[in-house]
Structures are given as structure tokens and as C-alpha cells.
């Protein structure tokens, strides 16, 4: 658990922990008990440290999606690219969305990942529509169906299988064999 920072020197340490996704709970804990109260030299260097932040982990979202998508796989796994694209922009998107951030900040947050889903997005679906005479429009039809703009899939439970689900209330179907 992390504490919410107020100085300086803790507010870089959440920052630099937000750089690596597997901290990503706690920081998003932590930024929802925090306060942004620094004097205006500090709150200016830090917004500055806080956009390198969240520029670095764009980044790397832009980067696995493209190493994904560059290994050229069938139309499941880039389903699957897609997928853990948007994954990986939940919590940056929540980051930006913190409430602890000035107005103006979070603006400039929130817009700069608007801008960069709406390219990656566009470019998808460029690229998407010059491969679909090669597969059928299986492609565009997966990044019109699964935008990245969307918000990511819930995350999956290890213990839910599909035979865990509850079972229908109706009957099914029996299955008939005709000869």
C-alpha cells in the first residue's frame, strides 16, 4: 500500500513507481487520497515530471502494440494485440483522470491520451482497410468492433471457467440425429 504523497520527494517516488505497470493499483490507490498542494515553483516542475510520466507509458502502450501487430500473426492475435493495448490504457487513462490533479493538468492528461488513441486508432484502421481484400475484412472489422477508445475488458478471474457460469433456467434444446 502506498501512502498519498504531499511533498515533493513522495510525489516523484509515485511517479516513478507509476512508470512500471506492476504498480499500477497502488498508485491509483494512493492518487485518490492525494492532495496537490506545492508551492507554485514545485508544482510546476513536478507537472512537468508527472507529463514525462505519463508520456513514457504511452509510449510503451504504442510500442508493445506495434511489436504485436509486427509479428504479422492471424486475425486472433491481433485480437489479442488490440485487446492488451487496451489493457494497458486503463490505468493510464485512470492516472490521468485523477482527481488529486489540477484542472489544468488533467486537461492536458486527458487530452494527450485522446490525441494519441484517436491517431492509433486511425492509422488501425488505415492499415486495417489496404490488408482487407487479403483477409476478408476480418481485420477492420476487429478494430471497428474493439476501438481502443473503449475502455478495457474486465479483468479475468483464475478460478472462472466457462462451465462455472450459472446454468439457464430454461431447458436446452435436446440434439436430434436424423439417418
Known amino acids: 500500500m502506498i501512502d498519498p504523497p504531499s511533498t515533493y520527494a513522495e510525489w516523484t517516488e509515485v511517479l516513478h513507481r507509476f512508470e512500471r505497470p506492476e504498480n499500477d493499483t497502488g498508485v491509483l490507490a494512493a492518487l485518490g487520497r492525494a492532495k496537490f498542494s506545492l508551492s507554485a515553483e514545485m508544482s510546476e516542475r513536478l507537472c512537468k515530471r508527472i507529463i514525462a510520466v505519463f508520456d513514457r507509458r504511452v509510449l510503451a502502450v504504442a510500442s508493445h502494440l506495434e511489436q504485436d501487430l509486427g509479428r504479422g500473426l492471424d486475425e ?16 493510464i487513462a485512470a492516472f ?3 482527481r488529486c490533479w489540477p484542472a489544468e493538468l488533467s486537461g492536458v492528461l486527458s487530452k494527450g491520451l485522446d490525441d ?8 488501425l484502421e488505415e492499415n486495417a482497410t489496404v490488408y482487407a481484400r487479403h483477409d476478408q475484412g476480418a481485420r477492420l472489422s476487429i478494430v471497428r468492433r474493439f476501438p481502443l ?3 478495457a475488458p474486465p479483468p479475468e478471474s483464475k ?9 439457464p433456467d430454461a431447458p436446452l434444446p435436446t440434439r436430434r440425429i436424423i439417418l
Open 116 to 123: 494519441f488513441v484517436t491517431a492509433v486508432q486511425q492509422k
Open 76 to 91: 486472433v492475435s491481433y485480437g489479442n494485440s488490440m485487446t492488451r493495448a487496451r489493457r494497458e490504457l486503463a490505468p
Open 159 to 167: 478460478g472462472s471457467r466457462p462451465a462455472d457460469k450459472p446454468k
Open 149 to 151: 477508445s473503449t475502455g
Open 96 to 98: 490521468s483522470a485523477a
